[in-house]
């Protein structure tokens, strides 16, 4: 199957810091890799789009130099929560898309991060 | 604007009954509806997906509907069990690179 891992899956952060999530699929080749959000009991709420050495595409609304993604290789995405706020606090779940035969517009979702921000 | 709209929001089934989740959409370009499940603090897991190109997609106790000319898919979980108890989320995305639009969710609970 397709997996996908995140680090770490809990942080607790304080105010004004940066926090780090790590998103990999361990078992294909992600050209894109998707980055949502979760409100308890809300449905996902998608952030950003990375494809492999470009740009990330932001959601409209999303702060791109509040959340910065790297998706440095075809197996690696990071998200960076700069300067975190208490109202950052939610559940962060990247989703991986691979262009191997039989998955390639199938999106293979990670465990998930709970971060927060006191 | 949710481009996906599901329904029920909540379902209570009794263990081995059906259960039915509902979805509807407007945009004719959407050729990909999977189906999501997810536990409480974990990610979504794919569950089952269908193409308009079936009516019908079946996988163990799984079943996808789909009826085009009416724009609306739906799931059936047969032989419903506890361990079926979780959030079912529908979805719809375009050609093969499309982003997923999510429906609300469903949280269902089977009650022994």
């Known amino acids: 199957g397709a997996v996908v891992s995140q680090h770490p899956s809990r942080v607790i952060c304080k105010s004004g810091t940066s926090v780090k999530i790590e998103c990999r699929s361990l078992d294909f080749q992600a050209t894109t890799m998707f980055w949502y959000r979760q409100f308890p009991k809300q449905s996902l709420m998608l952030m950003a789009t990375?494809?492999?050495?470009?740009?990330?595409?932001?959601e409209q609304g999303v702060e791109k130099d509040k959340f910065l993604i790297n998706h440095a290789s075809l197996t690696l995405s990071t998200l960076t929560v700069t300067s975190a706020h208490p109202e950052d606090s939610s559940f962060y779940i990247c989703s991986a898309r691979g262009a191997k035969r039989g998955v390639v517009d199938t999106q293979y979702f990670g465990p998930g991060t709970r971060l927060t921000v006191l | 604007q949710q481009q996906v709209k599901q329904s029920p929001q909540s379902l209570i089934v009794q263990k081995g009954g059906i259960s039915i989740i509902n979805c509807a959409y407007e945009n004719t370009a959407f050729d990909y509806f999977p189906w999501y499940q997810q536990f409480p603090g974990k990610g979504p897991a794919l569950l089952i997906a269908?193409?308009?190109?079936?009516s019908e997609k079946k996988e163990g106790r799984f079943t996808i509907s789909f009826n085009k000319s009416a724009k609306q898919f739906s799931l059936h979980i047969m032989d419903s069990q506890p361990g079926d108890s979780a959030t079912y989320f529908c979805a719809a995305s375009s050609g093969s690179w499309g982003k997923l639009q999510f429906g609300a969710g469903t949280q269902v609970v089977v009650t022994p």
């Open positions: 269908i193409r308009p190109d079936v």
């Open positions: 990375s494809n492999e050495g470009s740009k990330a595409t932001y």
